[in-house]
């Protein structure tokens, strides 16, 4: 999931290149809410109804259960749209400041950061914070934090595409990401199973190798 939240930031940077804020939030409602819609109406409840049968002996008819698990307004394993859609309209402005001369400054820093060796460590940090946090607030918080992981990865595509050195830096370091996540893996379940302090830092060794073999 962060990999899809990742590549869906990256194709934001494309879609401001060619297209005004008006039209790129037009095609956002068009290729995220619509068919959230048509699912949310159309297959979700088609869903909950195989649910109950099976899992909780329902025995009443399918539009018996349809109106109800409508009523609720359920999102499913569609949460990653409305996700999607709320990241799009939310972060637009951030993302027109990037594109702006004044952005770029900042953009052009960042790329001069990761040109260096180690650099793309800087892109780690806020991952790993966030887990952290996550770890030792109240578990009614965990999904709070874990948009946030979300958002994270969503604008670190957004910016991997936003200055040509940051691109070269992931694909320079893909086979290292890729030969950390061994390590890191089996630091986590032998020495801070039950703590999860380096689950931020493992996420993106895993992604930057990846990407960094696909480019």
Not at 53 to 66: A, I, L, M, P, T
Not at 88 to 113: E, I, K, N, Q
Not at 115 to 137: H, Q, S
Request: charged letters at 15%.
């Amino acid at each position: 999931m962060p990999l899809m939240f990742f590549i869906a930031g990256a194709s934001v940077w494309l879609a401001l290149g060619r297209r005004s804020p008006g039209r790129y939030l037009g095609e956002r409602v068009k290729r995220l809410l619509v068919p959230l819609a048509f699912g949310i109406v159309a297959v979700l409840p088609i869903l909950s109804y195989l649910y109950a049968v099976n899992r909780e002996d329902y025995q009443g008819s399918f539009f018996g259960n349809y109106l109800p698990a409508l009523a609720h307004f359920p999102f499913g394993h569609l949460w990653f749209i409305l996700y999607l859609f709320i990241f799009s309209v939310v972060t637009l402005p951030f993302f027109l400041y990037l594109r702006s001369p004044r952005g770029s400054r900042f953009t052009a820093r960042l790329g001069s950061l990761c040109d260096r060796r180690g650099g793309l460590i800087l892109f780690f940090v806020p991952l790993t914070l966030l887990e952290l946090v996550r770890r030792a607030i109240p578990n009614a918080s965990d999904n709070n934090v874990a948009r946030l992981l979300l958002v994270a990865f969503f604008v670190y595509g957004f910016l991997a595409f936003s200055d040509p050195r940051i691109g070269r830096a992931i694909e320079r370091n893909g086979k290292v990401a890729l030969a950390l996540v061994v390590p890191v893996m089996a630091t986590i379940v032998s020495i801070v199973v039950g703590y999860g302090i380096a689950e931020g830092a493992e996420l993106q060794p895993w992604m930057y190798g990846v990407l960094g073999r696909c480019r």
